[in-house]
């Protein structure tokens, strides 16, 4: 315990200092680092998530389960979730993305990266276990605060507007800005904070987040978003 203790203050240290000195760059200043050929043969051209994963792979922040596969309904385990927030905190500071090597984990960079960034303050039981959509919401959250980022909140909302996120969850606070922000919307007002998230999913939450373009505006009463096809998590 008083390991874990120790390794929050660290951490929590580390991201006040990472917190003042983040400098944010604008969506133009971002630039994709590979392009995508349509190299997927599981993503169609018709797919409703195809922009979002070719842009998502374009700007580095995801690739393949292998050269032509992308695995659009399989699940982001937390390990994974971190990397993509640290990947968006790099394009949110630095334009680009840079990969980041492990010394015993593949994560172990972006692990290392999240931490001295703000993004990770809290030690998780595996990294190979699904993220929920609370943890993703923790994470993205952070790194879009950290990088000293501003977006502009489009979907107004207090506590206790989500009928599924109780006001005391350790993730609400987080919940409610990812909503507000336009990039977690849910539907029907609920978001589903204990469920898992698909990776066309996540590529989605990926390009809102680093090119802070295609926020849905929520409808009153949080019924379906006003943007035509475009699906959410």
């Known amino acids: 315990d008083m390991i874990k203790n120790k390794h929050k203050i660290i951490s929590a240290v580390l991201a006040a200092v990472a917190v003042m000195s983040a400098a944010s760059v604008s969506a133009a200043d971002i630039s994709p680092t ?5 190299q997927f043969s599981d993503v169609s051209s018709s797919a409703w998530y195809y922009d979002s994963v070719s842009g ?6 995801i690739s393949g389960v292998d ?7 399989g699940t982001i385990t937390i390990a994974q979730a971190v990397k993509l927030a640290a990947s968006c905190h790099q394009l949110l500071t630095d334009g680009k993305t840079t990969e980041l090597a492990g010394d015993k984990n593949w994560y172990d960079g972006y692990l290392s990266y999240a931490e001295k960034n703000g993004i990770v303050t809290e030690e998780y039981d595996s990294y190979t276990a699904p993220a929920t959509r609370g943890q993703i ?4 959250s952070r790194a879009i605060i950290s990088s000293g980022s501003e977006f502009e909140e489009i979907n107004p909302a207090k506590m206790g507007d989500i ?34 998230v698909k990776r066309s999913e996540i590529s ?17 009463k949080h019924k379906r978003i006003s943007v035509e096809n475009l699906t959410v998590i």
């Open 163 to 196: 009928s599924d996120v109780s006001a005391d969850a350790w993730y609400a606070g987080a919940v409610y800005r990812m909503y507000r922000w336009g990039i977690m919307t849910g539907n029907g007002g609920k978001i589903n904070p204990e469920g898992t």
């Open 56 to 61: 998502a792979y374009s700007l580095g922040l």
């Open 67 to 73: 050269d032509t596969h992308f695995s659009p309904d």
């Open 204 to 220: 989605v939450v990926g390009k809102k987040v680093s090119l802070d373009i295609e926020r849905p505006v929520v409808s009153e």
């Open 137 to 140: 919401a923790v994470l993205f």
């Open 34 to 38: 590979r392009s995508y050929n349509g």
